[in-house]
């Protein structure tokens, strides 16, 4: 038993520095998605703004052959001449250092064979043109965030049969997304990726907030196959 809870206990320590990761003291980095788009934002510092100095010098003028005349002595009052100090100014500017960007991924385009008339009660071969992993390397704001998504594929054949896969399948003889229609007729064929993923932050990994669901279509005509009749 106590080893046990020495385990739970090493666990809890552990889990908050990664709930946290993405706001570290120096910047806080966000990946989400909205209207199936990828959003990734950014900001360093507190709120979003760092304080910058810089020294303003006037400049001096140029020397000229005009000289001041000297100042008459007085008796029993000793003067000096001293030449004007130019002030340094120092000025403060407050530059925006906060950014968002937004990702797209890709659409698929649905494929199938044999390409010209398939014919029912024999397999259909599909498949489409996606990766099974997407990733990209985002430098904003000087911070790099590495996102990585993964799709989930839901094939609705049009004859009221879903077929769901993490696959995208391929073309014969590698093919490993079949369906077969018992009736002729035309067909529309629905393909939903649904991507979600995790992104990668000074080391710290986490998931990204919600998925994108991308459909693409396809239309298939199935024909009945000609009758042979033999003696």
Not at 47 to 68: D, E, M, S, Y
Not at 73 to 81: F, I, L, P, T, W
Not at 206 to 228: D, E, L, Y
Request: proline letters at 9%; aromatic letters at 10%.
């Amino acid at each position: 038993m106590k080893p046990l809870f020495i385990l739970i206990l090493v666990l809890a320590l552990l889990e908050p520095a990664k709930a946290h990761a993405e706001c570290a003291p120096s910047a806080c980095v966000d990946v989400f998605t909205d209207n199936n788009q990828i959003i990734i934002t950014a900001k360093k510092g507190n709120g979003g703004a760092v304080v910058k100095k810089r020294t303003i010098v006037t400049p001096t003028p140029k020397p000229t052959l005009w000289f001041p005349p000297k100042p008459k002595a007085v008796a029993g009052v000793k003067r000096s001449y001293k030449p004007r100090v130019r002030v340094k100014k120092a000025v403060t500017t407050s530059v925006n250092l906060s950014d968002r960007l937004i990702k797209m991924v890709p659409t698929a385009t649905i494929a199938y064979q044999p390409e010209f008339e398939p014919l029912v009660h024999v397999p259909v071969i599909f498949w489409c043109d996606l990766p099974t992993l997407f990733q990209s390397r985002v430098d904003i704001i000087g911070e790099v965030i590495d996102v990585a998504l993964r799709p989930g594929f839901a094939w609705q054949w049009g004859d009221g049969e879903i077929f769901q896969t993490t696959q995208p399948g391929a073309p014969y003889p590698h093919q490993i997304i079949t369906h077969t229609y018992k009736r002729p007729g035309t067909y529309y064929v629905t393909l939903v990726a649904t991507w979600n993923g995790t992104f990668k932050h000074n080391g710290a990994t986490r998931a990204i907030t919600g998925t994108i669901k991308i459909p693409s279509f396809a239309v298939i005509t199935v024909v009945s196959a000609n009758s042979t009749f033999t003696k």
